[in-house]
């Protein structure tokens, strides 16, 4: 993958395409890399690439597409977690490729990618993603999106990564500069209406993940949506810590840590 902070801070999610198939080298790169995906909590998320055309598929946000990615999971625990880990995975390596993408888990016929998906008894597609070529230029739709959800903002890392428990913010110059880059590609992750719902406390050399709970954010065919964005940045930590040349493990050990009754802890990522 091209250098990691640039595809990050440079990857914008994209609604308008420009109508284009994707190459078959690009097709080819894409779903070999898929194969290769894992996530720390070993649950398997399968990824299924759909044409638009002939599962007579599309969502009334995008425009121009014409092939789509989904993945499956059992429904087990941790499943939403492992699914955003891995499926945004996926999204930076598409981004690295030029190939845009959006998180997508409502604005579409979900029966129609559920059937196409190839959907169980047992398991759930909890999004999905258009894969193709940026158009030079947003619909209006698309632009009208991003300014409502403010797209282009994001919190400080002050508000959303504490020392010890969560009265006291942790300041960037308090840790290594190989930490401080990877806390900032978490503050760069993509979520659900850009809420960023991760809270992280650090305790030594562990960054215990927390979701900060909003309410409507959860359903049995997505699962919780939250916990999806939480995994996503825990993808962001773990591969900025590759970057670094840090070794890490994730483990799943409630600290006790006294939080706010609206968070839950989820897991702890322990640097070497």
């Known amino acids: ?9 440079g990857r914008k999610s994209v609604r308008t395409y420009d109508g284009r198939n994707l190459t078959p080298e690009d097709k080819a790169k894409i779903t070999e890399y898929a194969a290769t995906i894992t996530n720390p ?6 990824f299924r690439f759909l044409g638009a055309a002939e599962y007579g598929l599309s969502s009334p946000v995008l425009s121009g597409e014409k092939e789509y990615v989904t993945g499956i999971v ?3 625990p941790y499943s939403d977690v492992a699914f955003g880990y891995s499926f945004e995975k996926l999204v ?6 030029g190939i845009g993408t959006v998180w997508i888990g409502g604005t579409m016929k979900r029966s129609d990618f559920e059937k196409a998906s190839g959907l169980t008894e047992g398991k759930r597609m909890p999004c999905i993603s258009p894969l193709g070529y940026p158009a030079a230029k947003r619909a ?9 959800v403010k797209a282009d903002v994001r919190k400080p890392v002050t508000e959303f990564c504490f020392e010890g428990d969560l009265t006291k913010p942790l300041e960037p110059q308090d840790v290594s500069g190989s930490i401080r880059r990877a806390l900032e590609l978490v503050r760069w992750a993509p979520s659900a209406v850009n809420k960023q719902p991760w809270r992280i406390i650090r305790d030594g050399e562990k960054y215990h993940f927390y979701e900060k709970k909003d309410v409507g954010y959860t359903s049995d ?6 916990k999806i964005d939480i995994g996503i940045a825990l993808c962001h930590f773990t591969m900025g810590l590759e970057d670094e040349g840090l070794e890490y493990t994730v483990t799943i050990n409630d600290p006790a840590i006294e939080v706010n009754a ?3 802890y989820i897991a702890t990522v322990e640097v070497q």
């Open 1 to 9: 993958m091209a250098d990691l902070q640039q595809v990050v801070m």
């Open 41 to 46: 909590f070993d649950i398997d998320v399968e």
């Open 74 to 76: 059992d429904k087990v």
């Open 92 to 97: 930076l390596y598409a981004w690295s490729l």
């Open 140 to 148: 209006v739709k698309e632009v009208l999106m991003r300014k409502g």
């Open 221 to 226: 065919e997505v699962g919780d949506m939250q």
């Open 262 to 264: 609206n968070m839950e």
